[in-house]
Each structure stands twice: as structure tokens, then as C-alpha cells.
């Protein structure tokens, strides 16, 4: 018998704040009060936690969409890069060498 285990939008949007977390891209009281998000949930925060949250790491290393227009998934928003999707950064070496095979 085969468990089908659901992953809640909190569930994927904490295991991106782990990525974080674990690569070491938050400050130290950003990644405290990271730490209590996922244990204990964003209602548990202050007013001053919920400040540094938003600004330290919300404002920095969330993005919904990207600059195209498609939407980014939990999966994948740790590996975006200048505001790009992976579609958009997988597109960009593609352009650069068929620019360069141009040339020639």
C-alpha cells in the first residue's frame, strides 16, 4: 500500500525558508526569527519580528513571479537569480552562444 504524502503551501514555502537557512544567505536575527516561522508559524511573530522578516527576508528572496511572467513555484525560488526563473536563466547561455556562433 502506497502513502501519497500531500505538501501544504506552508509545508514548501518552510522548506524554502530551510534552503535559506541551510545555504547561509540570512543574518543571524533573520535566521532566528526564521527558525521560529517554521516551528511555530508567522502569527507567533512581534511587530519587530514580522518587520525583519519581511524586509530581511521576504523583500530579498521571495519572488512570485519572474520578469517574464511565469509564476515561480516554492520548489523552485531558492535557485532564482536576478529576479530570472530557471527558464529565463536556462535561455540566457542559449542566446549568448548562438550570438557568438553569429559572429562567425
Given amino acids: 500500500m502506497s502513502h ?14 530551510r534552503q535559506l537557512i541551510d545555504a547561509g ?25 514580522k518587520f525583519v522578516f519581511q524586509t530581511e527576508v521576504v523583500e530579498k528572496f ?12 516554492w520548489d523552485e525560488m531558492f535557485f532564482v537569480e536576478d529576479g530570472k526563473c530557471i527558464d529565463c536563466q536556462n535561455k540566457l547561455p542559449i542566446a549568448v552562444s548562438l550570438a557568438r556562433s553569429r559572429r562567425y
Avoid: M, P
Fill in 4 to 17: 501519497y504524502v500531500y505538501e501544504t503551501e506552508t509545508d514548501k514555502f518552510n522548506k524554502f525558508l
Fill in 62 to 73: 521571495v519572488r512570485k513571479t519572474c520578469r517574464c511572467g511565469n509564476e515561480i513555484s
Fill in 25 to 49: 544567505r540570512l543574518k543571524a536575527t533573520a535566521r532566528g526569527i526564521t527558525l521560529r516561522v517554521i516551528a511555530k508559524g508567522l502569527h507567533t511573530l512581534s511587530r519587530s519580528q
